[in-house]
Every structure is written in structure tokens, then in C-alpha cells.
């Protein structure tokens, strides 16, 4: 019998405008595997992660209660007319995992939990709770007079509590501790009237120095080395003590704890390029001694199942730890046993194996990271669910690929509706039902170029159609090496005390599976050498306020001839500064709140979006006002800054740079928070290209790359390596690694199984050899016979 919920078989989506959306109509089926391709920034994730996620999550969170909604974060309905038989949306997405210093992967995934459990059991002797084994958990302990009303009559109690806890008293539970360079901080032949302070802003005549020489604790005359014993702790360590200068009240406190307050306590990426130098110097981490880095104090290190402890457990590669727990045999403790088991098998299946639970979150890469969300869902009986994945393939070696494309396999068979963001054609061989969106970027972009099947999408003559199959050749010849940077005795993480030349001059690609050891050989090695300039896979935070031109500091340049042409003050052309509307304080829109409902948002009437006042839209630079500037898009800055009366050089440069890694279509005011993933990284690489220095190194920047687009990012390495830079690539995509004139391989395996030079030598040496999996894989994506 046919009833009319079997109809509800596909997610209709009409009129989408999200972003660059353009009034957009799909069908996208249900319980089928449907792949959205496109070049970077042509509006996937604005159609998949804007629309129909975001949908999802708004209308699950309409089911709970006005009060809970008012503790929920609000989201907006997406623009979009239509979005009907939309079903619960699960995200897995790139953002990295909190870089918090107390997360690791077990406390992220919840088998910390299930192994404390599993110790406060089974482990000898015991010492406790399972919170006895936490390490962000201290010991403490408390005794007082309680009062309370018994019987109409006010009574007196003695009470005492304990808490056994886990956490290492001297590290707080960290595993390092910091210790300050006093000799960072002051010249000790000086006086504080002399200048003794060599802390960034701490003038001799600034309030920073001023509050020493006027607390009275101090002589500012006296050189800092023949303080007594008081000055001099009083000088670095005096409690906070209220003290009057002059006829201001002010708050004086010992040096160290303000450094630790004013620079300590911030994120270090964050800081300004001489913030952060200072930190660098200043600060020194060290592995704790009381805990050697466990984190734990030594109760809890002294439990022991079998002779391991949980520090070890935690220590132990997750496929040996996975093992380990199979030779507990202990009936007690089944139904626990049997679920820590799934967990560490799906950390197996999914290929992060070769991690260790104690690993800090924060050092995940984005592909490390969303595969650990995923080990959640891999166990999971819910079906009818619709899965969201962006990119899952990044990170991946083209072995790992085929494992992540029978997860997903795995997921739409059990009766659930995948919806992947991709570029690797591994992965769009796969799918059901294909979407893709263009034809090009950002406004060029935002239409359905085609819908149908893998087949039908090499036929469709758009532009990831066109490229699909294609396969780059080998070079016929490769460039001769300069020199080499040496590498001796590396042992960093799962490294066997590799030595490797990494040759100069040249284009040098770092290749193996995903965890053998490749970043950990290049960042922990020849990162921070002088003359070395490291682009990473750290994502950029985008709010509104920011943009392309804020970023990459284009913005400097064009406000001084924006006021160099008009005689007034540079401040004037910044939205965020003195020039800013007063009505919206230079956002462009007015958001008004309305509680547990969605905010509304509404271009601001004043400025009717442009963000400045009305007065500094007066001033032009060649006949264009300031928010008209920040309108065009790169390849049209470019001109404008090129020639006639706007001509800037320093403009220009950066803005050549942007062109140079394909960002020529964005706009120059676009918010960084509607970029794409893919466009961030290239936005990224494009201002660490104006860094000085002889070596680049570059971690996988084919990272939200479209198939057309990797050969631009070829080009772009081609001209770095001729104009005389050495380029160091950790890459898995092929076509780099066709493109190398050298490779390094690092295996065979990930974790303990990796950490060899298992291959050195050209692109054609490996292919010939296949003695490795990168070789395997190479021979048979340039079709070698």
C-alpha cells in the first residue's frame, strides 16, 4: 500500500539566496550520497552549510521551549523561499577542535570518560572515583562551622569535605609549566630612571615604568642588580597594593605578575609580530617535572591495570591502546569495556589510529580534527538522518581516501542522506547525485551549472566536468638542487631520528599517509630557521568588520592616498575608526534583537550599507569615493591602483599578490566571514608571499582548491621556485607531486609504523620504483604502465 509520507523522498529547495546564491531551485534526494562541486567560493557551502544545515538547526531548535530558546544561540532564517522535507542535520565541518590547553582527543571524544571509569573499577590500588583519575579535576579539602535551622532552633555543626581529584598540583593539570627569563625583562646594570625595563611599551617616561619609580617600594635611581632582597621582591613579586601617584589613584603590583597578566593570558597568534617576539624570548615552557607531562598527580599515576597506569593507557597509539583493552577480561565491566572498544576501533576504521589520547585537540589539523567528530556518529543506530560533511578527504593520503569513501558509503546505506563539499575526484566518483554550482566564483558564481549522475557530469562541458579526468604528467626535466638545508637527527613525535637533505633551489614535495610524520619532519625542523617562511594550516578568524582588505593591510596604503589627495587625516577612510556612519558605527547593517526569536538584520538607512559617513564619501581618488573602492573587486583594483592619479605601488603589490593565488574576483570590503574555506587559505597565502625570506613552506595548499584550480596554484609555485625561493610542499594531491622536481616520502605507515624516510629522489625514480604507497598511488594516476 502506498501512503503519502513515501512521496516526501527528496529536500526541495527553492529560491536560495544565501550569499552569492542566485535565486537558486534544487532537488536533492534522500537517503542517496550527493556530492556539491564547483570551483572555491562558486556557493557550496552557501547552499549546503547556509541553507539547508542552518534550516535544519533553526527549525530543531523551535521545538524547545521560549526559555531554553533564550539560552540557545538565535539563528536567522536563511534567505531562501522554499526549503521543504528537510530532515535533522548532523554537521561535521573543518573548524578546528578548541585549542584550549586542557582538551585532548580523549577528552573530546568521551573515552577519557569511559578509561577513568574503567580504572576507578579494576585499577590497584584503588585510590578513588573516576574524577580521582581526571586531571583537570584538583584534590581539595575543607573543614568549618556550618549553620542551620533544626527544629525552630539555629544550630551549629562541624563539617569537613574531601575532593580526590587527579590533577598535578605543580602544573595544574597542564603537563608544562612556564617559567620566566628575568633577564628578558631588565638590563640589571641599569635603574629604572635609565631605561632598565626592556619590555615592549615600557618607556622610561611611560606609566608602565612611572608606577615603580612613584610606588615609593623603590629607588628609581638605583641599578636594578644592587636591590636587598626586599626591593627586589618587591620589585618583581609584591602583592597587588593600592598606592597614590601624585593625585591618582593606581594599583601596584610586582613585575612577573603583570608580564604574566598583560602577555601570558592572551592567545599568542594574536599578538603583534614584537608581542609576540618578546613572548618568545621572555617565555620558557617546560615539560613538568612533578608529572613528567602526564598531567596527573601521583595517586592517580599510581593505579595500575596489568602494570599500566592511565597515563599510559592515554600515552599508548589508539590502535595499541584498542588492543590492550581487548586483554581485559573482567565481567564486571562489559557493557563499559565493550563501549570503550567501539570508540577506539572507529578511531581505527577511520584512520587516526595513530594518535594517542593525550594528544592536545588544538594540534589536530582540520582533516584530523573533523574525522574525530566523526567517531561519534560511525556507531550510531539513528537512521534518516542527514549527514553534512565538509571536505572530509582533506589531510587524507590517496590510501586514506578510499577508507573515508566507504564511511560514507557506510552512512547512506543505513538509511541516511550524506550531503558532501568536495573537490577530489576520488570522492565525486562515488556519489548518487551530483550538484554543481558556478560557473566561476564569488558574483560569477551561485548557479546550478548541473544536476545528475558522475557520468552525465564528464558530459555536462562545465568547468568540473571539463577537468574530472584530468591527469598531469610527469616533467620531462626537473631543476638542479643549490644546495640542501640539513636535517640531522629529527626525533620530534613519531619521528626515528631521521637524517634528510632537503635539497634548495627547487620545488621539494613532502608526501606520505596521513600521520607518518611529515609535518612533524619540515615544522619541527627547518620552521623558525632564519629566512624560512612557514604557511600552516591555522585557520583565519573572519568577523564582519574584517575583510580582504583589512587583512592583508591593503587598506594602509589606500587610506593615506585617499588622504594624501584630499589633505585631510588617513582615520577619516577606516569604517572602523573616525570615518565610521553613526548610525550603524560602521557595521552597515542594524541588527535588532528580539529575544528567543531570530535577530533581524537590516541594511542601515543612513548609509544604506556603504559604512561611512556622508561627509567622508565626499572625498575621491580619482573620481571614486572610498566604499566604492572597497566594491571593486581585486582584478579591478588592480587597475585602478595601477595607473593615473591613483596609482600606489605598495597597493598595487598586494593586490598583485592576491591576483597571483586566484583571488582576483573577490571584493575588496567582502567580510571574511562569507569567504570559503579555500579562499581564506589562498587569502592566507598570499600575504605570507610578502614576508622576506629564501625557503616557503607550504602545508597543503591545494586545500579547498578546485581541480581547475590547482593548476594556477602550480603556476604560482613554478614562478616562486624560479625567481630563486626554495619551496617545500607537504601535499597529498597528485598533480603536486607530478609537478616536484624532488620528493621525500615518509612512512611506510602512520604513528609508530611511520616515522622512516622510506623514498628520496625525483617524481620518475618513485613511479619506476613503487615501493611505497605515494608510489602505487602516483603510477597509477599518471597511468604508468
Known sequence: MSLAADNHDRIRVRGARENNLKNIDVDIPKRRLTVFTGVSG?????????????????????????FLQGLMPTLARPDVDVLEGVTTAIIVDQERMGAN??????????ANAMLRIVFSRLGQPRIGPPQAYAFNVPSISGAGAVTMEKGGREVKERRSFTVTGGMCPRCEGMGRVNDIDLAQLYDSSKSLAEGALTIPGYTADGWGVRIFTGSGFLDADKPIRDYSKKELDDFLHHEPTKIKIGDINMTYEGLVPKVQKAFLSKDREAMQPHIRAFVDRAVTFTVCPECDGTRLNVGARSSRIGGVNIADACAMQISDLAQWVRTIDEPSVAPLLSALQRS????????????SLDRPSGTLSGGEAQRTKMIRHLGSSLTDVTY????????????DIQSMN?????????????????HKPETIAIADHIVDLGPRAGTAGGTV???????????????????????????????????????????????RHVDVDIPTGVLTVITGVAGSGKSSLIHGSIAGRDGVVSVDQTAIRGSRRSNPATYTALLEPIRKAFAKANGVKPALFSANSEGACPNCNGSGMIVTDLGMMASVTTTCEVCDGRRFDASVLEYKLAGRDISEVLAMSVDEALEYFSTGESRTPSAQAILERLTDVGLGYIRLGQPLNTLSGGERQRL?????????????????????????????????????????????????????MAHADWIIDIGPGAGHDGGHVVFEGTPADLVSARSTLTGDYLARYIDAP
Open 388 to 399: 553534512v560533511f565538509d571536505e572530509p578527504t582533506i589531510g587524507l593520503h590517496p590510501h
Open 344 to 355: 577506539l576501533d572507529s578511531f581505527v576504521e577511520i584512520g587516526l589510529g595513530y594518535l
Open 449 to 495: 551549472c548541473f544536476e545528475g549522475t558522475v557520468d552525465g557530469l564528464r558530459g555536462s562541458g562545465t568547468l568540473t566536468g571539463a577537468h574530472l579526468d584530468d591527469r598531469h604528467v610527469l616533467k620531462h626535466a626537473v631543476r638542479s638542487r643549490s644546495g640542501v638545508l640539513e636535517i640531522r637527527d629529527a626525533h620530534t613525535h613519531n619521528l
Open 406 to 422: 566507504r564511511l560514507l558509503l557506510q552512512l547512506r546505506d543505513k538509511g541516511n542522506t550524506v550531503l558532501v563539499v568536495e
Open 684 to 736: 592566507k597565502l598570499a600575504t605570507h608571499m610578502a614576508e622576506q625570506g629564501g625557503v616557503y613552506i607550504l602545508d597543503e595548499p591545494t586545500t579547498g582548491l578546485h581541480l581547475a584550480d590547482v593548476e594556477q596554484l602550480l603556476g604560482l609555485l613554478d614562478r616562486l621556485v624560479d625567481s630563486g625561493k626554495s619551496v617545500i610542499v607537504i601535499e597529498h594531491h597528485q598533480a603536486v
Open 101 to 110: 590547553s586542557r582538551s585532548t582527543v580523549g577528552t573530546a571524544t568521551d
Open 42 to 66: 562558486s556557493g557550496k557551502s552557501s547552499l549546503v552549510f547556509g541553507t539547508v544545515a542552518a534550516e535544519s538547526q533553526r527549525m530543531i531548535n523551535e521545538t524547545y521551549s521560549a
